[in-house]
């Protein structure tokens, strides 16, 4: 369960983080963990109860280790949904009211800012795919998604060591620090 739990927070911040880092950037530690096995599989939503449980708990994943370089893992998933959960979402981020020219539009900027796929044809089916590269080691963890899977410009999502008051700085792409 807390593997799920931070696989789904780790998916979170991917998608509403900021551009790039400017911060302390490195992480040590040992990179030959079982998590990070080539072939490894597993899934990453939480299943909750509460208000919001049956719209999670409808989503099917999977992410997939496709391989390990050193720490550096490709790692590929999907997540799937029929069109009833979709709805779900829609209402629970609020955005039913939105025009779907609009909720397009912005779909299509996630898609083509992250590299993420999307597959509509079967509503009891429709999936989101992502392949990203991400620095897992005993330490902490790095993603690669701003970067364009540029290794070298590593984004830091966190360190398992962090106490209260550590923190990190990020510059978005417009400059503003935050």
Request: hydrophobic share 35%; aromatic share 8%.
């Amino acid at each position: 369960m807390k593997l799920r739990l931070l696989c789904f927070f780790v998916a979170l911040l991917i998608v509403f983080a900021c551009e790039s880092t400017t911060g302390p950037n490195e992480i040590g530690g040992t990179t030959n963990l079982d998590l990070t096995k080539v072939g490894n599989e597993f899934g990453v939503s939480p299943k909750v109860d509460g208000v919001y449980s049956s719209v999670i708990n409808n989503i099917r994943d999977s992410v997939k280790i496709i391989k390990n370089d050193g720490g550096i893992v490709t790692i590929k998933g999907k997540f799937v949904a029929d069109i009833d959960a979709l709805k779900s979402i829609d209402t629970l981020l609020g955005t039913q009211s939105l025009s779907d020219d609009l909720k397009h539009q912005i779909v299509d900027a996630y898609l083509a800012k992250y590299g993420l796929s999307i597959d509509t044809t079967d509503h009891q089916n429709m999936s989101l795919g992502f392949e990203m590269k991400m620095k897992v080691t005993s330490e902490g963890i790095q993603e690669f998604v701003y970067s364009k899977g540029d290794v070298s410009k590593p984004f830091t999502m966190f360190k398992y060591a962090s106490k209260v008051g550590d923190k990190y700085e990020f510059k978005t792409s417009e400059g503003k620090k935050l």
